[in-house]
């Protein structure tokens, strides 16, 4: 936690905090070293993925008789996405594998399934993906027009996918389509994808303005024969499971603004005291300083918002309205902490080589993916009646 930061964290305890240097030490020797050369590449090495399975990094919720670290608590999660943003190793997808896909699998896959997908899921061999976006369909999920259409032991799937986060590397993908057009919300059903399957290809790498090392690609479905028993839960349940899921993710969204925030607080900070104009640190002139308490302020409601939904969380209470409180104002708050920082930076705020400003281009999406701030602000105002 850093100084500009004013509030004591109560949330863990002496063993996730050496958790945390465990995995800090992970990203020092196998991610720092490469990072700038995957954001080159627009891809991480999957080599990563593996060395974290082989430390125990990937499905710490898993049963040990699956692989896993049969621990389901949600603050080892948050320690890793914390440390992966402060490091701002943007490539690294391990938050959408354990935070996002995984619950899907602990929650609705059948024994078969579990003996199937969980082992190489916890040692990297499998990365995953889920694919909900469509060209013409954002937030609104029930305009999803890919189709899953029954043909005795298999389904076959038609239709296409964009903005898949590790789209590239991913090796099973969770699928939401059309099983019942019929049926409105009750007729999407999601199915397990796998690399090979004839007929799943990737479309476009896409070049995006941010998150330069995370693989993000379309997906394309022509007639792919998806095996029945690649069916995850009950058909045409998949809506509902998607918005049982939706609020870990969006947690886990916010947990990164958080973290993020109080990163690019800290180096704006130490650069305004390094920053010399008009014969002293730009710090101490008054607009400076009064700015810095703004957002520092800013940083710690935020903070104390987010791991009080994390408590919550934990505790099985925290409500979708509750999630899409954390989501939408986080997001909102970090990207204009980030943007106000690096006005403080001047010129230089707008070279590459500072941090600050790949950290403004990084967090522009954190508004849009995981559900947009306006429709987190539609879930709210239903809530209240209105």
Not at 21 to 34: I, K
Request: net charge negative; glycine share 10%; with cysteine.
């Amino acid at each position: 936690m850093g100084s500009a930061v004013k509030y004591q964290r109560t949330l863990f305890e002496p063993e996730h905090e050496l958790f945390r240097e465990s995995f800090r030490a992970f990203l020092d020797r196998h991610v720092a070293p490469y990072h700038d050369e995957w954001e080159k590449a627009k891809i991480v090495d999957r080599g990563v993925w593996l060395e974290a399975g082989k430390q125990g990094f990937l499905g710490m919720a898993v049963p040990e008789e699956y692989g896993g670290g049969g621990n389901p608590d949600f603050r080892y999660n948050t320690i890793i996405v914390e440390e992966i943003t402060a490091g701002r190793y943007s490539g690294i997808g391990f938050g959408l594998h354990n935070d996002v896909v995984l619950p899907y699998l602990l929650r609705l896959a059948t024994e078969e399934q579990k003996q199937r997908w969980l082992p190489k899921f916890c040692t990297g061999e499998l990365i995953t993906a889920i694919a909900m976006t469509e060209p013409g369909t954002g937030s609104d999920l029930q305009g999803i027009k890919t189709r899953a259409v029954k043909q005795d032991d298999h389904y076959v799937l038609n239709g296409s996918k964009t903005f898949i986060t590790n789209g590239i590397n991913s090796d099973l993908v969770i699928v939401v389509a059309q099983t019942d057009p019929d049926k409105g919300s009750q007729g999407f059903s999601l199915l397990v994808v796998e690399r090979g399957m004839e007929g799943f290809e990737r479309g476009r790498h896409l070049d995006k303005i941010g998150l330069d090392a995370q693989d993000t690609a379309e997906l394309s479905f022509t007639d792919v024969k998806v095996p029945a028993e690649n069916l995850l839960g009950k058909e045409g349940m998949g809506f509902i499971y998607l918005m049982q899921n939706l609020p870990q993710e969006r947690i886990s969204i916010a947990i990164t603004a958080a973290a993020a925030m109080e990163a690019v607080l800290e180096q704006t900070v130490q650069y305004t005291k390094e920053r010399k104009a008009f014969g002293r640190s730009i710090g101490n002139f008054q607009n400076s300083r009064f700015l810095l308490a703004e957002l520092a302020t800013e940083a710690t409601a935020v903070r104390i918002m987010v791991d009080e939904f994390i408590r919550l969380h934990l505790e099985e209470k925290l409500t979708v309205e509750q999630a899409a409180m954390a989501k939408w104002y986080s997001t909102e708050k970090q990207v204009n902490l980030i943007d106000r920082c690096l006005q403080l930076h001047g010129g230089y705020g707008y070279m590459r080589e500072y941090p600050v400003a790949r950290a403004y281009l990084d967090s522009r999406v954190q508004t849009i993916y995981g559900g947009t701030t306006e429709i987190m602000k539609e879930i709210i105002g239903r809530s209240l009646g209105v």
